[in-house]
């Protein structure tokens, strides 16, 4: 009780003190963790004091950006499971007001399950679990919402999804969608675009169509995206920017298609934007997609996107207005209008001006860091009033 009253203190003052625990210190585990790490950096801007917790593995590429407020425990894997207690000590010593889980790890959300005298919030990046079917997962995700005091989604069809399938009170959740860094992501000048290109081996008098992400064709589509690329004429080039478990499948797969001269794989590249500046169009395969973080990111630095309509969050950023898009996976589709986007490049005026104002609207990590404030006190103030109403029935 005396950590509730503390938080519902420190509303007003604005000196809420919030851990976002993450997978690990990697990109390539997903956009999830990007996400964490821009609103930890931002928070404090907002007079929250917010630090990361990175439950698996060693410093990465995010301790640059965070420094002191990036901390590790140093967990092997999900099998380590004597280190689990490494959380608990951490919390007992960090006395945090608010727990924000950015993964759905089933024994993170098990040891904070009682809060710790803490707010907790989820983080919804993907959509439900089919319930009807009784797996670990389905188990994990019935621990999240019975211990969540909001859940945030990334977009409305995953609020929508985790609601009528995934069984979350509706008023107990909030859309808020990932943003985008635009003074980071911009559009190319000329010598940026030569820099890029030169950097990644490109060849003059060539058009680049880009892939960026976790290399995984069963949700990714990346498969599918170098089949695009051998339906191109040889002037065209892919740039294949990200790691993952079918990497080599894929290498092997540009082989085959008989298009490994023209498609360069970067691996994991510090610098995205740089990726971005490169090419000409972003392709886009994926056969499921919550809210993709390359998608806003492309759109930021002016890449024309063109590719498959998919089922997910997507949908709300990713549109006929602002994309070129196919409503089935017509290969040859797909690559005659990669060869149109760069033929006719007035055609994407409109699109960039409607990009412009979506972007504006829900895609700023600035406004959606003082939205992200604005929710964690009202949660706070839902969560006293709660505990206002036990001690008065008692």
């Not at 290109?197 to 490109?202: A, C």
């Not at 290399?215 to 170098?226: A, I, V």
Request: net charge positive.
């Amino acid at each position: 009780m005396k950590t509730k009253n503390m938080i519902s203190e420190k509303i007003t003052s604005q000196q809420l003190k919030v851990l976002h625990i993450c997978q690990s210190d990697d990109p390539a585990t997903g956009g999830a963790v990007r996400v964490a790490v821009e609103f930890t950096k931002r928070l404090p801007e907002c007079g929250v004091d917010a630090h990361c917790l990175f439950v698996y593995g060693k410093p990465g590429l995010f301790q640059s950006e965070l420094k002191n407020r990036a901390h590790y425990l140093g967990i092997a894997n999900s099998n380590d499971v004597w280190k689990f207690g490494r959380l608990l000590e951490f919390i007992r010593k960090f006395k945090p007001d608010i727990i924000h889980h950015h993964d759905g790890l089933l024994w993170c959300h098990l040891l904070t399950f009682f809060h710790f005298g803490a707010v907790k919030i989820s983080h919804g990046h993907l959509g439900a679990t089919d319930r009807s079917i009784f797996s670990r997962a389905v188990f994990a995700q019935n621990i999240q919402r019975l211990s969540t005091d909001l859940l945030i989604c990334v977009a409305e069809h995953t609020r929508s999804s985790l609601v009528n399938q995934g069984g979350y009170q509706t008023q107990r959740t909030s859309v808020l969608y990932n943003g985008v860094n635009r003074d980071r992501f911009t559009p190319a000048t000329e010598n940026q675009r030569f820099n890029a290109r030169k950097q990644f081996g490109i060849p003059d008098n060539v058009y680049v169509v880009g892939f960026v992400g976790r290399l995984h064709c069963g949700m990714k589509g990346t498969d599918d995206f170098l089949k695009v690329i051998s339906l191109l004429p040889s002037n065209y080039y892919a740039l294949v920017v990200g790691t993952g478990s079918d990497a080599e499948l894929l290498k092997k797969l540009a082989v085959n298609l008989g298009i490994s001269d023209r498609v360069i794989f970067t691996g994991i590249v510090d610098n995205t934007v740089t990726a971005y500046h490169a090419l000409d169009v972003l392709g886009f395969t994926s056969h499921y997609e919550e809210l993709s973080l390359v998608i806003g990111e492309a759109m930021a630095c002016k890449v024309p996107i063109v590719g498959f309509s998919c089922t997910g969050g997507v949908n709300e950023i990713l549109r006929p207005d602002t994309a070129y898009l196919f409503p089935n996976r017509d290969l040859q589709a797909m690559a005659k209008g990669i060869i149109q986007t760069i033929a006719y490049p007035q055609e994407w005026q409109q699109r960039y001006q409607n990009i412009e104002a979506l972007l504006q609207q829900n895609h700023d990590w600035r406004n959606n860091t003082r939205k992200l404030v604005n929710l964690y006190q009202q949660t706070c103030s839902h969560s006293n009033l709660l505990l206002k109403n036990e001690r008065a029935t008692i």
